[in-house]
């Protein structure tokens, strides 16, 4: 069943789950995401509206996202929701399905549950850069291809090291997937935490 990128980016997260990611020779099944709603999510990069590091957030639905986390990790998201509100979906993790041998040579000798285990080792294992930023998914072999039929079950839970709206239970996993990353708080939640009890962000 296709996926309506359209959609409100709580919609389409969770239905992204056991679609398929397939760019420069390798394919995933989508395992693990996470949902930011733009300019009305102050965790999201878009919060602060238009910038020219986040301009492909900006752009239609089917957009793809990559930006470099610590210096090191690209990581990919795909854009969603109404055009030009910001929404978007991070790819956080993902079995691979197809190219094995292309993934395992970008990680060596890491296990192949782990080869797309988090959102920087997916992005490895797929060879993103941040040159893929604004490409079409549908266009130019980069395709997101519907799963199947409709996860059977779905987990949802806080974002991973996200310290302003940290409750929101806007990740998404399915159960009992190896590749699915450990759920860790962001450092600063934990600084704030400690200092002032328990802050209910979100």
């Known amino acids: 069943m296709a996926v309506d990128l359209t959609l409100d980016v709580l919609t389409v997260a969770p239905a992204l789950l056991g679609a398929h990611v397939r760019v420069h020779g390798v394919t995933l099944l ?71 041998e292309f993934a395992r040579s ?24 941040l040159d893929d930023s604004g490409r079409r998914f549908g266009q130019g072999g980069l395709e997101l291809l519907p799963a199947a039929e409709p996860a059977v079950a779905t987990v949802s839970g806080p974002r991973v090291g996200v310290s302003v709206a940290a409750r929101r239970p806007w990740r998404f996993w399915l159960p009992g997937e190896p590749s699915v990353s450990a759920y860790r708080a962001s450092p600063r939640l934990r600084e704030i935490t400690s200092v002032l009890g328990d802050p209910h962000a979100g």
């Open 106 to 129: 970008r990680r060596p000798g890491v296990p192949d549950a782990r080869l797309a285990r988090g959102p920087g080792c997916l992005g490895q294992a797929l060879a993103l850069t």
């Open 30 to 100: 989508l395992t693990e995401v996470e949902a930011y709603a733009g300019t009305d999510d102050p965790a999201a990069h878009a919060y602060r509206g238009w910038r020219p590091r986040t301009r492909h957030l900006f752009e239609p639905p089917g957009t793809l996202y990559c930006y470099r986390s610590y210096g090191i990790h690209i990581c990919a998201n795909v854009v969603c929701g109404p055009a030009g509100s910001g929404s978007a979906v991070l790819l956080r993790a993902g079995r691979v399905v197809d190219g094995l």
